[in-house]
């Protein structure tokens, strides 16, 4: 095997794409090298981890050198400190800085894994999952990228290439977009799902990446009734909320069994473990009005399409019938800032979506959508043969393994909304729902695996 060699223009050119490139293999070991500025050579090597760097000098004249300046030169010292600095993170201030590291260099040997199953394919597609901090690091680390212009100079009639994708991608695609899901478009939506009707976005530019195939598979595996049953986020609340209990059974678990025993408790449950990071410090009043409107809500999507249940709809979503304390609290900011006729009519002035009260409402439906329909996402890959690559780390970067606890019984948001005050996240991560998912496709009995990759975070 030939030297591996890091050619930099400078010391602070080292970073951690070179690094994972040069030195380290398809597994993710470090591997001894030798790091070159212009002319100048520096052999690296590794023991435990931590690498050891010295001048290497060649010739008779550099024999001679080295008699004179030693291996251990000054370039050499800031070349081996530079090196071990960018692997334990050492050059970062925060932890997960110290953690970027240790990210990049699992997905990279993750990505080789992917490579060595893939067999002839020439496109092969990774699904990517995982908290977005660490989802967006390895995007503007540019590892994709590099990986896929090695795979172009290997092969450059028929190259290889990585489509590193997302189920965010594929939903924005065919529309499935914040937007989209406001309860005042959730109805049509769903019309649209479940009659396979939703239209592909050929402006999207990212289209071409995700592959036209595949969107339409997605958009037809979205509209199966199993599915759509899945993402009729009201339907399924009516029903809760509807629930006989003398049709409860011992062996329910899960939102069926929490709405048996207490449905004005489950509802708030449901709509704190929904609540996006901005509504963190929601009061208990908020929730309050908010189970009520879904109550409503639901009662009037419930209705067949009719004069009447348009009328409903109408008023139901009548500004004025949407002020909560938060907004109260906004109302008083703007009288404080610019006098009361001035700061009510700016107030008055904004439309529906800028009321707090309606914004935690919608949301409810938005992040719960969205929460199934990444759920969905695992099990379209895993019927498509698309290999998973999970984010393995928490918000600071640090690995999940030995952990699982701490998403598989998570339940912080069911103990109301001081509890959620004090975690200061807001509601369930997605990520740890789609984990759960994840779990209980690999632990299942019998029936097709679902190929993921773990790409576990740092220790920091």
């Known amino acids: 095997m030939s030297q591996s060699i890091l050619h930099i223009g400078g010391i602070g050119d080292i970073g951690a794409m070179n690094v994972t490139d040069k030195l380290q293999d398809d597994k993710g070991d470090f591997r001894n090298g030798q790091v070159r500025i212009d002319t100048r050579r520096y052999d690296v090597t590794f023991r435990d981890g931590k690498a050891d760097v010295s001048r290497s000098f060649y010739g008779f004249t550099g024999w001679i050198m080295s008699l004179f300046v030693g291996k251990k030169t000054t370039t050499a010292l800031a070349i081996e400190k530079k090196l071990n600095d960018v692997i334990t993170g050492a050059d970062k201030d925060t932890a997960f800085g110290k953690n970027s590291f240790q990210i990049i260099s699992s997905n990279r040997a993750k990505l080789n894994e992917i490579l060595a199953e893939s067999g002839g394919k020439k496109v092969i597609e990774v699904a990517d999952y995982g908290l977005k901090p660490n989802r967006d690091l390895v995007k503007n680390s540019k590892l994709v990228a590099g990986i896929n212009a090695e795979l172009l100079d290997e092969d450059e009639e028929a190259p290889r290439k990585i489509n590193f994708n997302k189920i965010d991608g594929y ?15 959730l109805p049509a939506t769903l019309q649209k799902i479940a009659g396979g009707k939703l239209v592909i976005d050929d402006k999207i530019k ?13 958009r037809s595996f979205l509209a199966r009734p199993e599915n759509v049953k899945k993402l009729n986020i009201p339907a399924k609340l009516y029903g809760y909320l509807h629930l006989d209990p003398g049709l409860v059974t011992e062996k329910q678990t899960g939102w069926k069994a929490a709405f048996s025993a207490d449905k004005d408790r489950a509802l708030k449950q449901f709509i704190l473990k929904n609540l996006p990071y901005s509504f963190r410090n929601v009061s208990e009043e908020s929730v309050d009005l908010v189970a009520q409107k879904i109550k409503e809500y639901v009662e009037i999507f419930h209705m067949e399409d009719s004069p009447e249940k348009t009328r409903k709809l109408d008023e139901f979503f009548k500004k004025e019938n949407w002020f909560g304390p938060e907004d109260q609290a906004l109302l008083n900011e703007r009288i404080e800032e610019y006098g009361e006729e001035d700061g009510r009519e700016m107030f008055e002035g904004n439309p529906l979506e800028s009321r707090q009260l309606y914004g935690l409402f919608t949301n409810v439906f938005v992040v719960s959508t969205f929460r199934q329909a990444s759920k969905l996402g695992l099990d379209f890959f895993l019927e498509q043969g698309v290999p998973v690559m999970f984010q393995y780390a928490d918000y600071n970067g640090k690995s999940l393994k030995g952990r699982e606890d ?16 004090d975690k200061g996240v807001g509601g ?22 679902l190929n993921v990759k773990f790409a576990e975070g740092g220790r920091n």
């Open 171 to 185: 939903n924005t695609v065919v529309g499935i977009v914040p937007g989209a899901l406001d309860a005042r478009n």
């Open 206 to 218: 990212p289209r071409s990446q995700y592959g036209l195939q595949r969107v339409k598979d997605w």
């Open 406 to 421: 701490e998403f598989r019984k998570e339940n912080y948001w069911t103990q109301g909304c001081d509890a959620v005050k």
């Open 428 to 449: 369930s991560a997605i990520t740890h729902s789609e984990l759960r998912r994840v779990f209980r496709l690999l632990e299942r009995p019998g029936g097709k695996e």
